[in-house]
């Protein structure tokens, strides 16, 4: 990756028309640290926007599994130029999810992130793609009332958006503190240890929840899911509610440094199947997805399994579930209990037959789509 500081300084002519702020002064404005560069002296950009795909691909309920097994094993190479925007805010989730789980003592607020673009300028398109995707990334951290440590911009052979949680800021005054990050907390710190496991445990009885961060629809647009199987999803799903996401990443923090959640895993890249796969790692669970998809009103199996909304799996003790419900009800946040782990040492004395837990699943899926709703 080459450092190219004329991306970020430069200014944008986007579809003809002039950009209010260079990347580098939207960064900027929502970053703690210094700006790695100055505004002078760099030509114009000049470019347009990528056109939209057309949306054509066909995906198969019957090939789910087949479907899971490439998503849990691939990782995004490169962000295509028409999901940019989308992209970006799904990365800046899945940063800050990754932190909700870390040892320490935090809100949201707290996170001091820093991110890394490194982008492919050649192509027509590229630039004004690399323009949408700190925008939409500097817009959504804004919204969450998060900012950034750091920001560095290299020009490479992909497009990506690396974003790592590994400070907090500063210590201040509480009466300072809260006139800045209303959502922050006083001597806040994070450790670099998970605080709990993100594989399931082997515990009789314990629940399997599954807590979207957003209110938006299921889409495939952009997905991992298209990405391996070299088709397009269509539209990508509209990450928008960050007042949601706040609600939602203030209740879970809670219940994971109270010990209740006693696993979890973040929900990103790959969608809730991918997640459900790696999060259970041998362990038995009969998912009800069918109830899921009633619930959540999406009757596409595939975008339901594999959109890439955030949020966070959760395995919690049987005796904590009322507490659990009751919380989550107080905070307006929806969540889907996926199943019960049976405590059984898992699939592996089914792999003869086949029967894996992410098999069984979706099979589950499979008969209850079939049968439509009660």
């Not at 950009?45 to 057309?54: G, R, V």
Request: net charge negative; charged share 25%.
């Amino acid at each position: 990756m080459t450092e190219s500081q004329s991306a970020l300084n430069s200014r944008y002519i986007i579809d003809g028309k002039d950009m209010d702020a260079t990347p580098g002064q939207i960064l900027s404005a929502i970053c703690d640290g210094a700006s790695p560069a100055g505004d002078d002296g760099y030509q114009d950009i000049i470019d347009e926007s990528a056109d939209p795909l057309p949306g054509n691909g066909v995906f198969e309920p019957s090939k789910a599994n087949e479907y899971a097994a490439l998503t849990a094993n691939a990782a995004r190479n490169s962000f295509h130029l028409s999901y940019c925007g989308s992209l970006s805010r799904l990365a800046v989730a899945r940063a800050l999810l990754e932190a909700i789980f870390r040892e320490g003592s935090f809100k949201l607020g707290d996170l001091r992130p820093d991110a890394a673009w490194c982008w492919d300028e050649e192509p027509v398109g590229g630039m004004a793609a690399f323009y949408e995707s700190v925008s939409c990334a500097c817009e959504y951290l804004d919204n969450l009332g998060v900012r950034l440590r750091s920001y560095k911009y290299g020009a490479g052979a992909v497009n990506r958006l690396d974003i790592s949680c590994n400070s907090v800021a500063a210590s201040s005054a509480a009466d300072a503190l809260f006139e800045e990050n209303p959502f922050g907390s006083q001597d806040a710190h994070i450790g670099p240890e998970l605080r709990c496991p993100d594989k399931a445990l082997r515990g009789k009885g314990d629940w399997l929840l599954y807590i979207p961060f957003d209110t938006c629809n299921y889409r495939l647009g952009g997905s991992l899911l298209s990405q391996v199987t070299s088709q397009d999803g269509g539209k990508s799903p509209d990450l928008a509610d960050a007042d949601y996401f706040i609600d939602c990443y203030e209740v879970v923090r809670e219940l994971i440094e109270d010990g209740i959640a006693i696993a979890g895993r973040p929900v990103a890249d790959g969608g809730l199947m991918t997640a459900v796969v790696k999060f259970l790692g041998g362990k038995a669970l009969k998912a009800d997805v069918a109830s899921l998809m009633r619930a959540s009103g999406e009757d596409d199996a595939v975008k339901l399994l594999f959109g890439e909304i955030p949020g966070v799996l959760l395995q919690i003790k049987d005796s904590d579930f009322d507490y659990v419900d009751a919380e989550l009800l107080l905070q307006d946040v929806a969540y889907y209990p996926l199943g019960q782990f049976s405590g059984e040492d898992g699939p592996l004395e089914n792999d003869t037959s086949g029967q894996t837990a992410l098999k069984r699943i979706l099979l589950s899926l499979m008969d209850n789509a079939t049968e439509g709703e009660d």
